[in-house]
């Protein structure tokens, strides 16, 4: 499958829409589950921040932890890149999206809390939470993210 059909088939029209635009200009992480590709991420850096700008799993693979596990992969790419944080943004009535991150020990913030620099870098205008994880137990995200 194609990237390009794996965004198709994961994400609405209005997030397919952005995902397809940015994609030349990601990282691109694929998730299999048994042979077939079912989900992606889309990956960012910019200095010592990794951005996730997108994640999506065909719907009929979603509540597997597959998501999850992308997610890990994410951070172990990130790492390996000398990243300090990760951020990513979503709705706050995406209830899965939220129990993933908090699972994984990211902390969510309300947008109006986040500097503009961030909401630009996830392109999250539409979205009205940002989460963040620390990889580096010497920065803390509210210092880097907060007005």
């Known amino acids: 499958m194609s990237i390009e059909d794996l965004i198709s088939s994961s994400l609405s029209e209005y997030d397919k829409y ?8 990601s990282k691109i992480l694929i998730q299999k589950y048994n042979g077939k590709e079912i989900g992606f991420a ?5 200095k010592d921040v990794g951005i996730i700008f997108y ?22 790419i990130f790492r390996e890149k000398n990243v300090k944080i990760v951020i990513a ?37 539409e979205d009205d939470l940002v989460v963040c994880k620390e990889l580096d137990e010497n920065i803390e995200c509210g210092k880097i993210i907060f007005k």
């Open 89 to 125: 943004s979503t709705k706050s009535s995406n209830i899965p999206a939220i129990r993933m991150f908090k699972s994984l020990n990211y902390t969510i913030f309300n947008k109006k809390q986040v500097r503009r620099k961030i909401i630009e870098l996830l392109d999250a205008y």
């Open 18 to 25: 952005f995902a397809l635009k940015n994609v030349k200009s």
């Open 42 to 46: 889309e990956l960012k850096k910019y």
């Open 55 to 76: 994640i999506g799993i065909i719907p009929e693979y979603r509540g597997k932890g597959l998501g999850k596990e992308m997610i890990k992969k994410a951070e172990e």
